[in-house]
């Protein structure tokens, strides 16, 4: 073990109590030397959630970060929507009232697209659709956007770590360019992530959740960040973190979600984190830009 990891790591289960800072630069993810903002499932707070729309919004804003969460059709679309089921974003109970408990693998994606995803959010967005994640990517690329990509309840969708590769890489998300600077790819589960890096091992990988400190080095040989809740987070969690190199030679970075107010923005930013998911991206930049 390098003598940063047991400091930080000391720090870590002090609580925080302790600040070790790791030898090699934290805030690689801009390069900016500062959080990154990341725009949860677009800007959410004020489009409705993993549409077109909401990218856009985000877009408006000024915000080049997008989040969003991928899952599988019953004929093997990628789409993007967070939920396992269809009910809290679109009208499929009225549309497909016997269809219960109606789940996103159950249905086409030509049903799926008969949704409407935006009155649900308010008037002005009725009519706004699930989109595939080809129709996604389309966006985001016509945006100059950068994308965080979740790749959601795998567990239900076998092999979709393989579809999702092979659709970015059809959309040119896959060159040196997208690799180095304008894609991570996350998952809650650990065996997914580490799918996606021995698919593809270019591919700049995240772990959601909050490992103990005892299991970074085994996921350090896979990812390259560890995404959590920013309400599991510390000052001593977030060093030890950075002080292990992930499978790409750099520092464990960390991006936390889901902050969205001022108070928790400067908390998180005054833990060293490398980038903050929200719902509300103007709130945590006007926060991080005063802090």
Not at 2 to 15: F, Q, Y
Not at 147 to 163: A, S, T
Not at 217 to 222: K, L
Not at 269 to 284: E, F, H, L, Q
């Amino acid at each position: 073990m390098h003598a940063r990891v047991a400091a930080a790591s000391t720090a870590a289960l002090l609580g925080g109590a302790v600040l070790i800072l790791p030898t090699s630069p934290a805030h690689s993810v801009t390069g900016s030397g500062g959080p990154v903002v990341v725009s949860h499932r677009g800007a959410s707070a004020y489009a409705p959630e993993n549409t077109l729309a909401a990218i856009d919004k985000a877009d408006d804003m000024g915000f080049r970060w997008v989040e969003n969460d991928v899952q599988r059709t019953r004929d093997g679309v990628l789409v993007v929507i967070h939920d396992d089921t269809l009910t809290r974003t679109t009208n499929v109970e009225e549309v497909y009232p016997r269809r219960s408990p109606w789940k996103v693998k159950d249905f086409t994606a030509k049903e799926i697209a008969r949704l409407d995803a935006g009155s649900w959010f308010g008037r002005r967005y009725a009519g706004a659709h699930v989109p595939t994640l080809e129709q996604y990517m389309n966006r985001v690329s016509r945006n100059h956007q950068k994308l965080v990509m979740e790749i959601k309840n795998p567990e239900l969708y076998p092999g979709i770590e393989r579809q999702t590769l092979k659709l970015l890489n059809n959309a040119g998300w896959l060159d040196a360019d997208h690799l180095r600077n304008r894609l991570i790819v996350q998952s809650f589960s650990p065996a997914s992530v580490r799918t996606v890096h021995n698919l593809r091992p270019g591919v700049k990988t995240a772990l959601l959740g909050t490992p103990s400190v005892a299991d970074l080095p085994a996921y350090a040989e896979f990812t390259d960040q560890i995404n959590s809740s920013y309400t599991s987070i510390s000052t001593g969690y977030v060093a030890a973190i950075h002080a292990f190199d992930g499978p790409h030679g750099k520092p464990l970075e960390i991006l936390t979600w889901t902050v969205n107010d001022t108070a928790a923005a400067r908390r998180v930013a005054g833990y060293d984190v490398d980038g903050v998911i929200t719902n509300r991206p103007d709130v945590v930049r006007r926060a991080l830009s005063a802090y």
